[in-house]
């Protein structure tokens, strides 16, 4: 009876992170005691992360911060051809990630990995005797591992230590923002400007060829490249802006 062996090879992975904003701008009409009421106008668009980044956003912050913005000034800012929605922005390829202005490095190791050695396959055979008979029992698991082998003359038992690493990176999301009225001229209106932030992991992995534990490290700027294994997956969670850069405070103003 066939069976295999687990083994350890070293495996160089690369994670790249890839964020994505999502903004919703709400014009809001205030009542007499200057209480938030009913949405009259509101737009959404997602950003990449060079746009997040970009003079133009920060531009949109500032119109929103300040006492008293017009709907104008806030829309035309809003609207410019910088923070327009890119069609092409969920396109991005494993090879183009190292140089784009979209995705940041997350991490760059040569760890080792346990997997099943296919190439080499083991037998059990049970010897006869001269006379009389001879019974053998070879159990597998799942993976066609042998894990415990017995004989009518002896009972040898393989134990095979099974240890998963399991790495999620955790990332938090960015909450809407309550609105912020300062003082002055009664306002008739408010902004608000919310940012939603998701992450997707660009996880490309490739065995060493003939690499065995210990692992030796990779050099910093030495990434996964050519035939490569690909995860690309949607982070539960996003990491949270920071306040100086990455918020905005709803301003209000008169109509």
Known sequence: MPFYRAAYRCVHTTTWLQPFYILTLN?????????????????????????????????????????????DDVKQAWGVPELRQKPDLYLLSESALPTSEEA??????????????????????????????????????????????????????????????????????????????????????????????RVVQHIDSQPQNGSVPPCNPVAADDYVKGNMNVQIVDADQAPKPKADDKTSKPGAGNK
């Open 27 to 71: 014009i809001l009409d205030l009542d007499e005691k200057g209480k938030p009421g009913p949405v009259s106008w509101s737009e959404s668009k997602v950003l990449s992360l060079s746009q997040f980044r970009s003079q133009a956003f920060k531009d949109l912050q500032s119109r929103v911060r300040i006492q008293s913005p017009s709907q």
């Open 104 to 197: 940041t490095l997350s991490a760059n190791l040569v760890a080792p990995e346990r997997y099943i050695d296919t190439h080499t396959t083991y037998y059990f055979n049970q010897k006869k005797p001269f006379s009389g008979s001879a019974n053998g029992t070879i159990a597998l698991n799942e993976e066609g591992i042998a894990t415990s082998v017995n004989a009518q003359t002896e009972d040898t038992t393989f134990s095979s230590i099974m240890s998963t690493l399991s790495v999620s990176d955790l990332i938090t999301s960015a909450a809407g923002l309550a609105i912020a009225l300062v003082g002055g001229p009664k306002p008739k209106y408010a902004f608000e400007l919310q940012i939603t932030t």
